[in-house]
């Protein structure tokens, strides 16, 4: 039967932004473009202030807040939308639209908090300048941070609950590009003006708090700027919060009118006009807005730029000689730059801290142009990363024949590279950059944190996608049943819920020592087993902690590889079609060749003994998991991958072969 004559739903249909062939293509490119300088643009915002010390203050750490939180929204809801466009296809089973109501809501509700917490910081910044540094200390941003993500969360689960405990076994023609709660709610068979009353109060309650710490912190900010005797003053305060109050206006303004004001069914498409504003327009406008006339980021902007001609200038003349340490070139690095600059405003420099509130990362290079090469490198690399594994996904999404669970489980695989990479490789590129290795203790460990999540979830979706494998060849008759859509999300879920909770473990064990002595690391991230050569006591136990957690993270896993490739040699070896044995070892060659990589680097990293003090070893094995096995996954599940290629050129042909209307 077609998919309007459903009775029960397991899948909703996106009517999109428009049927008509053309507009779908113009659309997809222009929501592309859009995407790109998307992330571009906050990606840039987190660079620069890891870059310039003079920006990691309160005001720009929850400035990289909002950039990170905008980026993981467009990631998530814009290749979606762009799979849509370019399939023409708007099919979303059901699982997913819960997943993407509870992301969605999750991200909303942490960006109208963490607006009224920007708010509340302008507010001590101007109102209270003599103890500002003070009440907002490092510790005092981060737990807000934490809260504003944390209440996120919670909303986003009672939501998701509230909204899909009703039956949907009417029509599932969705008249949006995307899941979003009001709409979805509208196709619920039983009555939803319980839940609808819920649902507003606790949207009511998301926008008064932050809405009212917002208007309270800009009326005494209004009410002390009056009486401000300097007009420079008066124009400073200003211009600090102007950026702010245009973000919350446009923000709370599509919010309110999304969630607060009484639609009527006569008008199903201002939900879409509305709804193309926040999740496309808004996210590229955010970074524009706060650095169109931020003279603190042109500062910093002008300020990279001029060491880099300078430095630039220096390597293509003869280089200054002198001696440091006998025999090294004169380099002029990015940090020693903004030390003569802070020297001028009688501000300390960053190589005389006795207690390691930071650490510094020796990198990759000291030479200026190796720096600069690497940069360049790194940064095609990162793209080249993000755009392959984005297509594997969109590839995926776009076609109904790679709704499979290899496919579903390949997907899970290129967001974790996703995420890795996006973890790692922006800071090492504006260390780059900058010729500046400074990371704070906490934005160590937080490192450290997504680092572990990443891989340990890795290491066990290598083990599922083996197994899974394994069902497909040994048990071909009960596979489709066996490996259902509910058993694919409980099989990523855990994954993921195990990268979560080994990875809290490992950062307890490391950080719970203290770091008193040097805070030099040598390696370019902060990678666990390096780090914790630093501690000031004795780490034996924790080594053995770590030892112990490493070696089950990757027992369990290769043992479930193991285990699985044995019975699919031995089934394969049984069939009688030459056809069939190069087909069954087809499907999993790719997936061999990622796990002996994989495996292979993690194994030197963490379970082979390692000199002290640590060598250039951990560096190299390092650079290659980090930056090149993130680029390499997407090429080799598809370089021989026929039906990738067969879905590739069904996309072209759309594209290039469509009849126009």
Request: aromatic content about 12%; some cysteine.
């Amino acid at each position: 039967m077609g998919a309007w004559n459903f009775t029960s739903v397991t899948e909703f249909i996106l009517e999109g932004l428009s049927s008509h062939r053309n507009t779908q293509i113009l659309l997809f490119i222009v929501i592309l473009v859009v995407y790109i300088l998307t992330l571009m643009g906050n990606l840039i915002i987190i660079m620069l202030v890891q870059a310039d010390s003079s920006l990691q203050n309160p005001m720009y750490f929850f400035l990289t807040n909002l950039s990170s939180l905008e980026i993981c929204y467009v990631a998530i809801m814009q290749p979606q939308i762009l799979a849509h466009l370019l399939s023409g296809n708007g099919m979303i089973s059901y699982t997913r639209c819960v997943v993407q109501v509870f992301v969605v809501l999750t991200l909303g509700t942490v960006e109208c908090f963490l607006l009224g917490i920007m708010a509340y910081d302008r507010y001590l910044a101007i109102f209270h300048p003599l103890t500002y540094a003070v009440v907002m200390s490092k510790l005092r941003q981060l737990q807000l941070a934490s809260i504003c993500w944390a209440i996120g969360l919670l909303f986003g689960v009672i939501y998701v609950c509230c909204t899909f405990r009703h039956a949907y076994c009417g029509p599932n023609h969705i008249n949006h590009f995307m899941c979003e709660m009001p709409v979805v709610l509208k196709l619920a068979c039983d009555d939803t003006h319980v839940t609808e009353a819920i649902v507003f109060v606790m949207a009511a309650m998301v926008l008064v708090v932050p809405v009212f710490v917002i208007l309270t912190s800009y009326g005494l900010i209004l009410y002390s700027v009056l009486h401000m005797k300097s007009a420079a003053g008066r124009r400073k305060a200003f211009s600090t919060c102007a950026s702010h109050l245009v973000v919350v206006t446009v923000f709370y303004g599509t919010v309110i009118s999304m969630y607060m004001i009484p639609r009527s069914s006569a008008s199903p498409n201002r939900d879409k006009q509305i709804a193309v504003f926040y999740v496309v327009v808004a996210p590229l406008l955010n970074p524009i807005i706060y650095t169109l006339r931020n003279k603190d980021v042109h500062k910093a902007v002008a300020k990279v730029l001029r060491y880099l001609f300078q430095n630039w200038k220096e390597e293509f003349s003869d280089f200054d000689l002198h001696t440091r340490g006998g025999h090294e070139k004169k380099v002029l690095f990015f940090e020693d730059y903004q030390r003569e600059e802070y020297r001028r405003d009688n501000t300390m420099g960053a190589e005389n801290f006795t207690s390691a509130t930071e650490f510094v990362l020796e990198g990759l290079s000291h030479h200026r142009k190796t720096q600069l090469l690497l940069f360049g490198v790194i940064l095609l690399t990162y793209l080249l990363t993000v755009a392959g594994n984005a297509a594997v996904i969109l590839l995926v999404r776009s076609d109904s024949r790679l709704h499979t669970p290899m496919y579903f489980f390949l997907t899970n695989l290129s967001t974790i590279e996703i995420c890795y990479a996006t973890s790692t490789e922006p800071q090492m590129m504006a260390h780059l950059l900058a010729g500046n290795g400074v990371i704070s203790f906490t934005g160590c460990a937080l490192q450290v944190f997504a680092v572990l999540i990443m891989g340990t979830a890795e290491c066990f979706l290598l083990g599922v996608m083996a197994y899974d494998r394994f069902l497909a060849i040994f048990h071909p008759l009960t596979y489709a049943v066996t490996m259902s859509k509910s058993r694919q999300w409980q099989l990523a879920c855990t994954c993921w819920t195990a990268g979560i909770l080994f990875s809290m473990i490992y950062v307890c064990v490391t950080f719970r020592h203290s770091y008193c002595g040097s805070n030099r690391i040598n390696h370019f991230i902060c990678e666990m087993p390096v780090v914790l050569k630093l501690a000031c006591g004795d780490t034996r136990v924790s080594q053995a902690i770590v030892f112990v957690m490493a070696a089950t993270v990757l027992v369990i896993p290769v043992l479930v590889v193991l285990t699985s490739y044995g019975f699919i040699v031995f089934s394969v070896l049984k069939m009688r079609s030459t056809t069939s044995q190069r087909k069954a070892f087809s499907t999993c060659a790719s997936h061999l060749i990622v796990v002996t990589m994989f495996y292979g680097t993690i194994i030197s990293m963490y379970l082979s003994p390692r000199s002290n003090p640590p060598s250039n070893h951990d560096k190299r094995v390092a650079v290659f998991y980090t930056v090149v096995t993130p680029l390499l996954n997407p090429v080799i599940y598809t370089l021989r991958n026929k039906d990738v290629h067969g879905a590739a050129a069904k996309v072209l042909r759309r594209h290039h072969l469509e009849p126009k209307i």
